[in-house]
């Protein structure tokens, strides 16, 4: 007699899977897509990838009186469908994004709906897969689209932000939760923006900031350089996305772009400096568009000292710089070498100016 020995790995039960997944919908865990459901053998295997225990808080909103717990995002990780060897990059994005202000004191609840911009620079990029080339901003890649949606996760299921309830947009920012890039280092001319934000010596890091919106400069065909600068900066200067008297952007240059600044001798510094001199426009444009406050009002809380319009109104032919300094305008390299298109990316308040290290377990 023959005896057969058990399936050691059977097939999934797909009706079992079904059942689980409508089983997270009902609870109100999801962002509207599948979850994963998340087991405890699952998040053990989580939480095995750190140093930090599973009660160690590592961001909190005293607006709605809730903390995140390291276990908490585990739990959300898992759910998003990332691997347990991506959870040190989430741990990394989630403490960048916690130490942009705009983050702590409201950005999740805004009007604008703003989407959080993650970039990861350092070896981790090519040990996990990340897609460092083409299609920067888009799907395809498994680390790129899980790892935002983790942070999205943790802000709806152990912040509490819920669309129609804390989460308050007008109409929001397309893929709010899926903005993850890797920075294309092996292409660019300038250390990696991880570098601008302090974390040297080509350790994986992590930097994140809140965005408002995306527009892209397609200049493919300008053999000047100072000539594809202007059309940034005429896409930084659009009117219509200023409602305070200063703001920042992020540059997210194509590799041919950054190239052909850094032939012409240019650093970071120089393209930044540049821009920051230029971008704004007229105190007469801006009231021309309904928007003259922009220019008037100084940006801070009540009391924060005096205003512009405390003095003699603005001439009409004076020029209203909208941008600060290095903070306001960080550069990044992203996307493939194969059409010289590249991304303003409005930011909603400024870069914190600072970079995590990817922490792995010791």
């Known amino acids: 007699m023959t005896v057969t ?30 979850l994963v459901p998340a087991s405890k053998p699952l998040v053990d295997a989580f939480l095995a990838t750190t140093d930090s225990g599973p009660d160690e808080i590592i961001g909190s909103l005293e607006q709605v009186g809730r903390d995140c717990t390291v276990y908490l995002a585990a739990v959300n990780a898992a759910m998003a469908g990332c691997k347990p060897e991506y959870f040190p990059v989430v741990l990394a994005a989630f403490e960048a994004l916690m130490r942009e202000r705009a983050a702590r004191g409201g950005g999740f609840q805004s009007t604008s709906g703003p989407a959080p911009l993650i970039v990861v620079n350092g070896p981790i990029r090519q040990q996990l897969g990340f897609n460092t080339a083409g299609g920067a901003f888009g799907p395809g890649f498994r680390p790129n689209m899980t790892i935002p949606r983790a942070i999205g996760l943790i802000v709806r299921n152990a912040f509490g932000i819920h669309p129609h309830v804390f989460e308050q947009a007008t109409q929001g920012v397309p893929g709010r939760w899926s903005i993850c890039i890797a920075e294309n280092e092996e292409e660019s001319p300038w250390e990696p923006l991880a570098a601008d934000g302090g974390v040297t010596g080509g350790v994986s890091a992590v930097s994140a900031t809140l965005t408002r919106t995306m527009e892209f400069v397609d200049n493919r065909h300008a053999p000047n350089p100072e000539d594809v600068l202007r059309d940034f900066q005429d896409t ?31 650093s970071k510094a120089d393209v930044q400096n540049w821009l920051l001199e230029r971008s704004g426009r007229t105190v007469g444009e801006f009231r021309r568009a309904g928007k003259p406050e922009v220019t008037s009002r100084r940006f801070g809380p009540p009391g924060a000292g005096p205003h512009d319009d405390d003095g003699p109104p603005r001439a009409d032919e004076e020029f209203h710089r909208i941008l600060t300094g290095p903070t306001s305008i960080p550069v990044i390299v992203a996307g493939a070498k194969n059409a010289a298109i590249s991304m303003v990316v409005r930011i909603f308040g400024e870069w914190s100016g600072t970079s995590v290290p990817v922490r792995e377990k010791h």
């Open 5 to 34: 020995a058990p399936d050691p790995d059977p097939d999934p039960d797909p009706d079992e899977a079904q059942r689980a997944i409508e089983y997270c919908y009902d609870q109100g865990w999801s962002d509207g897509l599948p």
């Open 236 to 266: 930084i200067s659009r009117i219509g996305s200023q409602i305070f008297p200063k703001s920042a952007v992020a540059l997210v240059l194509c590799p041919e772009h950054a190239q052909m600044f850094a032939a012409a001798g240019m």
